[in-house]
């Protein structure tokens, strides 16, 4: 099989990224990678304020290469780059799953960035806690008190929601990669421009 190259821009302000997929060898601007030689990968699809974070992780060892695009929500089916890089994540997957067949892909953020989101959530937890003990010991009015109750729920809630999704010792659903590259292929099908 011919190696297959995709081109396309990752973000507003971001040059130009290509990948060239050979067999089971992906390479990028500056290294390669033997897919065979893959230690974890998940698949990040987030949004957030009207972005579209979508990505690709694969961990080797220690380096991590991450396949990304960060656009606009509203449009996203439809932008050519958007389209290219889901094409890339599908192809990449059924060839690790070629390379791999017995390894699942996490889906959601692995490693570090969960633990940085749990810690965020833990802080606003903590603020929350603190307000409210300050709150209680300041001895503040029915009126204030009631005042300084909506802030500190919402620090509260907040912040038991982001420690929840994040929780760092719980494990990521994983799926084969072949499963999702066919997830992957049937988005661009369903939103194929009309020809």
């Known amino acids: 099989m011919a190696p ?3 081109s396309w821009t990752p973000g507003a302000h971001a040059g130009a990224e290509t990948l060239t997929l050979d067999g089971t060898r992906l390479s990028g ?12 990968a998940a698949f990040v699809n987030r949004v957030s304020r009207g972005n579209r974070v979508v990505r690709l992780e694969l961990h080797s060892g ?21 389209r290219t890089h889901l094409a890339a ?25 969960r633990w940085g989101m749990f810690l965020v959530g833990l802080g606003a937890l903590v603020a929350g806690l603190v307000l409210a003990v300050a709150a209680l010991a300041a001895d503040l009015s029915a009126e204030r008190l009631v005042g300084a109750a909506i802030p500190t729920l919402f620090l509260l809630l907040l912040g ?8 760092p010792w719980r494990a990521r659903p994983r799926v084969a990669p072949g499963a999702l590259a066919n997830t992957l292929d049937g988005m661009l099908a369903r939103n194929a421009p009309a020809a």
Do not use: M, Q
Not at 31 to 40: G, H, K, N, P, V
Not at 160 to 167: D, R, S
């Open 160 to 167: 038991a929601l982001i420690t929840y999704g994040n929780w």
């Open 89 to 113: 994540c599908a192809a990449i997957l059924r060839a690790l799953a070629t390379a791999r067949p017995d390894h699942k892909v996490a889906l959601g953020v692995v490693r570090g960035g």
């Open 62 to 82: 220690e380096a991590r290469h991450s396949i990304g695009y960060d656009g606009a929500r509203r449009g996203y089916a439809n932008d050519p780059d958007a």
């Open 29 to 40: 601007t500056d290294w390669t990678l033997d897919l065979a030689e893959i230690s974890d």
């Open 4 to 6: 297959r190259r995709f």
